[in-house]
Nanobody, 113 residues
Framework: QVHIVESGGGLVQPGGSLRLSCVVS??????????FRWSRQAPGNQREWVGT???????MYADSVKGRFNISRDNVRNTVYLQMNNLKRDDTAVYYC?????WGQGTPVTVSS
């Protein structure tokens, strides 16, 4: 069974940056052939897709974060990253990392002055 743990969330001012990490337990051979997603859920809102990184490092992003967020992966450390730049108040949410139907517990991000 896959175990996913996100970290790196916190309080940041508008315009600031954060990097979230997602560590995925399991065999490295499993990690390198899979695609991973980031999603987020703001208070009172439904969870929304943020972006995906594919096994070949191709990435896709939601329009709301395109040009500001970047997803990368480290196949040696079984880790996926979400670099968030130029953060806006609307980016405030709990951020989740997922593989298939498995998701972590999330890490909260608050953008506020």
């Amino acid at each position: 069974q896959v175990h996913i743990v996100e970290s790196g969330g916190g309080l940041v001012q508008p315009g600031g940056s954060l990097r979230l990490s997602c560590v995925v337990s399991g065999p490295r051979t499993m990690f390198i052939v899979n695609n991973f997603r980031w999603s987020r859920q703001a208070p009172g809102n439904q969870r929304e897709w943020v972006g995906t990184i594919f096994y070949n490092e191709f990435t896709m992003y939601a329009d709301s974060v395109k040009g500001r967020f970047n997803i990368s992966r480290d196949n040696v450390r079984n880790t996926v990253y979400l670099q968030m730049n130029n953060l806006k108040r609307d980016d405030t949410a709990v951020y989740y990392c997922g593989l298939g139907d498995d998701w972590g517990q999330g890490t909260p991000v608050t953008v506020s002055s």
